[in-house]
């Protein structure tokens, strides 16, 4: 399958949910320290073309760490960028007049975005200011914040079925879950020992989450008994940088670590690790598995290299 | 800048997680690569503005007073190596050097540091004439022994920062013409300080010390004096020695008639293969009575010369020239003045982190056998693998020509390393030490364009 090489250094990859063969990469200079970044939207090839080709590209003036698809508009994209900006890009507008939007409360870098599936009117910003703000695309400021975190927060994740439920990921060693009709946190997990990095709810199970930490694990936890995770998966040998939920299959997981691996992975079974692909030569930082064609996967990483492969191929091979 | 840093600091946490709960004053310290053969990940060695070795030579080694370049004055000792090294052997077009700025730094006979420049000017119009030698600035420093390895670094610093896009490091010594002297005139407040006063001991008397200090036996030193000169005689013999030393024509003044006569010399003659424990045992302690350092376990007086050329990796490849290694770090360390020798054991780590590197990632070691005692406790101090140490014999068996021994290291390391092949590190070390990377990126055998033989014809002719 076929590879993109990026200018920048990869930060962020994720499918369309409208289009098969499109996806949105996240890339920022000098490894997300120090400079520019850019959003790529990229094209699939259509069989017999061996390219990947890119639809449009946005730059920023600070490194784009992550992104959402609206799953309102096919061709709106909401960025998470370095300065602590929240934009939002119009596919169907010229460049000139990109971004639509642009939304300046973060005080630091804003981390991660995700956009409502179930109500399809708002989306989440996680930052390293330790908040998580709530925004819509009609309103000038956010909708909320929600502050309790005790540092940065690299995750917030909706969850599949509840419109109102999200879960957020921190650096603090916890795992919070929200619910935005309630003043605070509606549930305190102190998942690891080390700074967690990625959380992601399971799409057949919406009391089921999982956490990636910097201790090399993935856990495994039900919500109404967070005593202990229902499992712990270990097999990267650095900190674990994302994880994703299929959407396909109930128990199989992707993740992605500074050991420059991507992982599949299925807690429910005895050997959980079920594929292991290193066809990353610096950090694998984004992975992401796509909503309408079963077993595609997308990776990227600080070796400025986008792949697109299908589970069980080699993605070099194209 | 400030946001740079924290941006850093966070990510860090994330590769080293420190305490369960990141602290928000977690230290970043600099590093020229954190990333050690340890990593989990490839460490690519090679970038454009690396400090590469692109040439590395050096004159035979001779016994002062008694040895081949007994009559032969500093100034004309270290010209052929310049002028070999640079132009003969890498093949430099005419001209090269034009729009290219140039320097020199010279660890200068450490024993007559003021005479140094003025001679320096000289033999650069002897060596370098092929690329006009005024405008070339010349620089001399003095770290003792370790004044070439110096010179070398100083010339990789100055590369790093811009001041120069090729420099000479380079060492000599004529110890046959310069003698040792005590220093003439003391300021009388060194007897206040212990510390300082031992800065005027003779170096023997701390070799001593350090024999004493730290337990390092008679036996010990005779054995790693054994062992320098079996393999330097090793590796003279089976030719090792010829790729780096540059022959020099000069001449010999028979002692007894006056007769004058002319010589080549390219062979070190301080190496004795025949040397052994039992002979060693018979020699007389020099400093001390009930000492352990004698002439047979000291390293020897000597006059020579060694000269590396160094420049950025992205220009030896747009010029073809082969590139032996890459310079990767350098450190100076202070120690104690009454065991000056131990020096090595001090720099060596220090050199070796700030490479990134860890003391097992090294393959081979050059440490300065000034003294047997301190070398042993250099040795045993860091737990080194006596194969990787001094794989050629060190000053003991080849000589100490002061000035020049830093540079010398560096050469005969350097060759060793492409001799070995691939992807080693080295260091080398004397009060000050230096990591040299043989990488992956390094040129197999030598990438210098040979000049074809132009018959003057036109392609169409052929």
Redesign the interface.
Known sequence: MPVFKTPFNGYSVKFSPFYESRLAVATAQN????GNGRIHVLDLPSSPSPQISELASYDTADGVYDLAWSESHESLLVAAI?DGSIKIYDLSLPPTSNPIRSFLEHS??AHSADYNPVRRDSFLSAS?DDSVKLWTLDRPTSVRTFKEHA??VYSAVWNPRHADVFASAS???TLRVWDVREPGSTMIIPAH???I?SCDWNKYDDCCIATAS??KTIKVWDVRSYRVPISVLSGH???V?KVRFSPHRQGLMVSCS???TVCLWDYMLEDALVGRYDHH??FAVGVDMSVLVEGLLASTGWDELVYVWQNGTDPRAF | ME??L???R??L???Q?TS???SSSAALSASICAAGDSA???RTAAFGDDVVIVAAYRTAICKSKRGGFKDTLPDDLLAPVLKCDQVSRVRLPRGLFAPIRMGVQTGCSVLQPEKAWSFWRFHLALGLNLFHPDTVPIRTVNRQCSSGLQAVADVAAFIKAGFYDIGIGAGLECMSVDQIDRVQKVNPKVEIFAQARDCLLPMGVTSENVAQRFGVTRQEQDHAAVESHRRAAAASVSGKFKDEIIPVSTKVVDPKTGIEKPVTISVDDGIRPNTNMTDLAKLKTVFKKDGTTTAGNASQVSDGAGAVLLMKRSLAVQKGLPILGVFRSFAAVGVDPAVMGIGPAAAIPVAVKSAGLELDDVDLFEINEAFASQYVYCCKKLGLDPEKVNVNGGAIALGHPLGATGARCVGTLLHEMKRRGKDCRFGSGMGAAAVFERGDCVDELCNARTVQKNNLLSKDVQ
């Open positions: 490894f997300g320290i120090l370095a630091r870098e390293w540092y940065c650096g603090d060693c020992d080390f700074e990095l910097v201790d040998g650095y900190a940088r500074y050991d420059m030569t610096e | 946001k740079a924290n941006r850093q966070v990510l946490q994330h590769l997680p369960s709960f990141p989990a990940y490839h």
